[in-house]
């Protein structure tokens, strides 16, 4: 596939990086030139130096053959300019704006095909603001990813030396939990990740394992991980922006697992900002005015009955050191949002709980758009242990690789797995393990795969794509 990603930026940079190693061709503009050398250096790919809202630039780039243009610079009129400019003159099929204004919500003719011309619109805060309530809502899970349809969830979990589980074979788990609905996909250990699951393979103290189930079967599944899990029902943000905002009024308008409504503090140092917050939120939500970083200030709000403290500020450099400061003084558990990459790979020598990278989220929104074949969504896990997809199988035994196939025959590449099938109707849904006896796939099955390496991908789209005809 032919993609042009304008905007060399942290986003910018991230989606050419996951994507190159596809064997797609990349072209990139930016503005920067460092910006373009410095991914030039990194990458196999294009990059040309320019403004993305120029037709020469953009013609120069190859965007009369481009197959999706990828709009994420900073400016949300140069994203949304451009896939204007990439349809009414070089008609590139896709085109996908980042938009950050919540203003434009208001307008969603502008952000149409009959608006910009944009086929797909990205919305960074929320996707952040989904990751971050479904890590409050799951207790001791260090990730949780939603597919699009049934009552069905990705955890990421640590093995705590005390649990039920820790050195114990992946088999145990069924004997842990007869009644739930469980499938392990991948485990990070701490030197390497094991990508061929096995119900002989043990797991080790300090492993992090990322595994299948249903909602309601969560927390129990996760307690088998854990010595002890916590409830989450009381929460400070520190910072005062707009994610902040988005954050609180989620949490807000939702119960807690248990039914109770959660107990939101929010810590903000400009006196106006918390005006306005204190106007936009409902009365139960209580704004401090003070720095994130104050320690006095943490002990008199009672940080140490905090569940959880996220910091998520426009400062990498607070967001780490108020969830430092929070911890020492007795908070459960700390989330940092944190852009550059350089400070996520110090945080695994630190006490904070879980680093949360912005760029994470809005690729992850990004990979659904992207991926060929009928994706439905695709996500990246932590700390680099692959990706999972949600693929709908489509075609007949005749026309179809997979159709009619039991799962454990289906061909898929080492490194590669059939996680669970969700079958039927929105109203009449049933997920099915990959572990079930005798499953076989059908058409119109959502079909979920782990994906060990990402150059194995191109393959796994091949293999689900029925033959010629068929549509």
């Given at each position: 596939m032919r993609i042009l990603i304008l905007g060399a930026g942290k986003v910018g940079s991230s989606v050419a990086g996951n994507l190159v190693s596809e064997s797609n061709d990349i072209t990139i503009v930016d503005k920067d030139k460092n910006k373009i050398n410095e991914i030039?250096?990194?990458?196999?790919?294009?990059?040309?130096v320019g403004d993305a809202t120029?037709?020469?630039?953009?013609?120069?780039?190859?965007?009369?053959?481009?197959?999706?243009?990828?709009?994420?610079?900073a400016s949300d009129e140069t994203n949304l300019v451009t896939t204007l400019i990439a349809e009414q003159l070089f008609n590139v099929p896709a085109r996908i704006a980042r938009v950050r204004n919540e203003e434009l919500r208001e307008y969603p003719a502008l952000l149409s095909t009959a608006g910009f011309r944009a086929t797909s619109v990205i919305w960074p805060e929320d996707a952040v603001t989904k990751s971050i309530v479904e890590l409050i809502q799951h207790p001791e899970a260090l990730q949780v990813i939603d597919f699009s349809t049934a009552d069905l969830i990705l955890v990421s979990v640590k093995v705590a030396s005390e649990s039920r589980i820790a050195n114990c074979p992946v088999e145990d788990i069924h004997i842990l939990v007869p009644d739930c609905r469980v499938f392990i996909v991948s485990i990070c250990k701490k030197k390497f990740k094991v990508?061929?699951?096995?119900?002989?393979?043990?797991?080790?103290?300090?492993?992090?394992?990322?595994?299948?189930?249903?909602?309601?079967?969560?927390?129990?599944?996760?307690?088998?991980?854990?010595?002890?899990?916590?409830?989450?029902d009381r929460v400070m943000i520190a910072g005062g922006g707009s994610l902040s905002l988005q954050l609180a009024k989620a949490l807000d308008n939702m119960e807690t697992p248990y039914g109770d409504a959660y107990n939101i503090k929010i810590i903000e140092e400009d006196v106006t900002r918390c005006q306005y917050l204190s106007q936009h939120l409902s009365s139960s939500v209580l704004v401090l005015n003070g720095d994130?970083?104050?320690?006095?200030?943490?002990?008199?709000?009672?940080?140490?009955?905090?569940?959880v403290f996220v910091a998520v500020s426009n400062d990498d450099e607070d967001n780490f050191m108020s969830c430092l400061l929070a911890k020492r003084l007795g908070a459960h558990c700390t989330i940092a949002?944190?852009?550059?990459?350089?400070?996520?790979?110090?945080?695994?020598?630190?006490?904070i709980d879980?680093?949360?990278?912005p760029n994470e989220s809005?690729?992850?929104?990004?990979?659904?758009?992207?991926?060929?074949?009928?994706?439905?969504?695709a996500h990246n896990l932590r700390r680099d242990a692959g990706e999972v997809m949600e693929m709908v199988a489509h075609g007949t035994p005749k026309n179809s690789k997979v159709i009619g196939k039991?799962?454990?025959?289906?061909?898929?590449?080492?490194?590669?797995?059939?996680?669970?099938?969700?079958?039927?109707?929105s109203d009449d849904q049933e997920v099915l393990m990959a572990s079930d006896e005798g499953l076989t796939i059908e058409d119109g099955d959502h079909v979920i795969l782990y994906v060990g390496n990402r150059k194995q991908i191109p393959e796994i789209e091949k293999l689900f794509s029925p033959s010629v005809g068929f549509f």
């Open positions: 030039q250096s990194q990458y196999d790919l294009q990059g040309i120029s037709p020469s630039v953009l013609a120069e780039a190859g965007a009369a053959d481009a197959d999706m243009v990828i709009s994420v610079t990508t061929n699951v096995k119900g002989s393979t043990v797991l080790e103290p300090g492993d992090e394992v990322f595994f299948l189930t249903l909602k309601q079967d969560a927390p129990t599944v996760i307690r088998q991980f854990r010595k002890k899990v916590r409830r989450s994130m970083t104050d320690e006095t200030l943490f002990i008199n709000e009672g940080i140490a009955n905090i569940d949002l944190i852009n550059r990459a350089s400070y996520i790979d110090l945080v695994d020598s630190t006490d879980i680093v949360f990278s809005v690729l992850s929104d990004l990979l659904r758009h992207i991926r060929q074949g009928d994706v439905v969504s039991p799962v454990k025959k289906v061909g898929v590449p080492a490194g590669v797995s059939i996680g669970c099938i969700i079958r039927g109707a």
